[in-house]
């Protein structure tokens, strides 16, 4: 595809329950990013892959978040034990990596926790 | 934690005139970036300037880097009713690969 792609677009979910946020990166992209953001303020991140490894995930809030990507593309935000504090939006970016870190995002993923 | 500040928060202004966003950062950098985005939801990526240019243009962007005061510009000419919307800067420091956003402009172009 032409951009990143996410999905689902929109996740309303209960609190306590697990959820999964996919992202497609543009292809050729070896490295991939995910933030969160919530109303009013500006993204922050959360974890950056290079390739299959995650190279920095200082931003994840805490151990009920992780995500993998396993094939150096597609990659999975996975919320366990969902708090109605996760609710945000959750963007993915991929770049061409280190030395071109120009990021381009996909149109994210609103997460409701009841 | 959020290493840019915009400046000003929000900013409305008529259609055609040039509208002036600010940016201040705390850490050295290696790039920064300008991103619009509509509507809470996808960020999209206006411009990058590298720590050692300190001017850059993109049809009606203009885009400065003062890297002795950690800050940066960004001027929109000839404004229209299409770049209402909020505008981030992003900032990736020196080592690093994420980007550390401010919390934005929201600029509102009045017909």
């Known amino acids: 595809g032409a951009g990143v792609s996410q999905t689902p677009s929109n996740k309303v979910t209960e609190k306590g329950k697990y959820v999964e946020l996919r992202c497609d990166p543009i292809?050729?992209?070896?490295?991939l990013y995910w933030y969160r953001q919530s109303l009013g303020q500006g993204p922050e991140f959360l974890i950056y892959f290079q390739g299959t490894g995650a190279a920095d995930d200082s931003g994840l809030p805490n151990d009920r978040f992780f995500a993998v990507r396993p094939e150096g593309s597609v990659s999975t935000l996975k919320i366990q034990r969902t708090e109605r504090g996760d609710s945000a939006v959750y963007l993915c970016?991929?770049?061409?990596?280190?030395?071109?870190?120009?990021?381009?995002f996909g149109p994210g993923t609103r997460l409701t926790v009841l | 934690s959020q290493q840019g500040e915009e400046d000003p928060q929000a900013l409305s202004i008529q259609e055609g005139e040039n509208a002036t966003m600010n940016c201040s950062y705390k850490?050295?950098?290696?790039?920064l970036q300008w991103y619009r985005q509509n509507s809470g939801r996808g960020l999209v990526h206006l411009i990058l300037i590298r720590s050692n240019e300190r001017e850059k243009h993109s049809g009606r962007l203009r885009v400065t880097l003062d890297t002795s005061k950690k800050s940066s510009s960004l001027l929109i000419t000839a404004s229209r009713a299409a770049d209402t919307a909020s505008y981030f800067c992003a900032t990736d420091a020196q080592g690093a690969q994420k980007l550390v956003f401010g919390q934005g402009t929201r600029l509102t172009i009045n017909p």
């Open positions: 970016a991929s770049s061409r990596g280190r030395a071109y870190n120009e990021q381009f």
């Open positions: 850490t050295s950098i290696n790039n």
């Open positions: 292809s050729g992209h070896t490295a």
